[in-house]
């Protein structure tokens, strides 16, 4: 089974710092899609940022950007110019049309301070 | 950019009782849509995926009999929970994916908060 690891509970930055928040995960598939999703306090989910496995080139969505390291099986999120509204619960998550559904890791909780 | 409503976005109700959770794709059509709960500072727990008219397949552990999923058209699904009680209050947030082939996100609703009383 597919599992999704987020190992820092809980991460701070300064406005205007750059952040780097951890994602790896477990797969014996080839092909697959990883997510970002952000959750602020008023629980929308957000997608953030996507990246198919197929492709070696890490995506970009203005200040956000990934490391995409297919072989260590490893995901993680750039933040940089951090504003106060990226505090949230941001939440890596994994898919496969094997099993057509997102799995999700259990989210890094990210302040964002003056 | 592809829109999820749901309502109602609180409901209160006495335990006993059974309440219905609406979930509208609004300007895209959904052949699957997810179920999902949320406890407090914790991930997201998939309960069930539905596809549009066949029967939704519950995640193990999750009670299809107190949890009715229907998707009765390609914008619609509803999640109602049956003879409702206090450990069933929670947060529950709706999916859905675009019927469009090759598409892959999931676009999510703003959820809805349910306490059984």
């Known amino acids: 089974a597919q599992t999704v690891t987020q190992s820092q509970p809980e991460m701070s930055v300064q406005e205007a710092e750059t952040v780097t928040l951890s994602c790896t995960y477990d797969?014996?598939?080839?092909?697959?899609?990883l997510f970002w999703y952000k959750q602020p306090p008023s629980r929308q989910m957000i997608l953030v940022i996507r990246?198919?496995?197929?492709?070696?080139q890490n995506a970009t969505e203005n200040r956000f950007s990934v490391n995409f390291q297919k072989a260590a099986k490893s995901f993680s999120l750039k933040i940089s110019d951090s504003q106060l509204g990226d505090a949230a619960m941001y939440f890596c998550?994994?898919?496969?049309?094997?099993?057509?559904?997102?799995?999700f890791g259990t989210g890094t909780r990210l302040q964002v301070t003056l | 950019g592809a829109v999820v409503s749901q309502h109602p976005s609180w409901v209160i109700c006495k335990s006993g009782t059974s309440v219905k959770i609406e979930c509208r794709s609004l300007?895209?059509?959904?052949?699957?849509m997810f179920w999902y709960r949320q406890f407090p500072k914790q991930s997201l727990m998939l309960m069930a995926t539905?596809?549009?008219?066949?029967?939704?397949?519950?995640e193990q552990g999750v009670e299809k009999d107190k949890f009715l999923i229907n998707h009765a058209s390609l914008t619609l699904s509803t999640l109602t929970v049956t003879s409702a009680h206090p450990e069933d209050s929670s947060f529950y947030i709706c999916?859905?994916?675009?019927?469009?082939?090759?598409?892959?996100?999931?676009?999510f609703g703003p959820g809805t908060r349910l306490t059984v009383t």
């Open positions: 998550a994994y898919f496969t049309g094997t099993a057509s559904k997102l799995t």
């Open positions: 999916s859905a994916r675009d019927s469009k082939p090759g598409v892959y996100e999931q676009y």
């Open positions: 990246q198919e496995a197929y492709k070696q």
């Open positions: 797969t014996s598939e080839s092909d697959y899609y």
């Open positions: 539905s596809n549009e008219g066949s029967k939704a397949t519950y």
């Open positions: 300007d895209f059509q959904a052949t699957t």
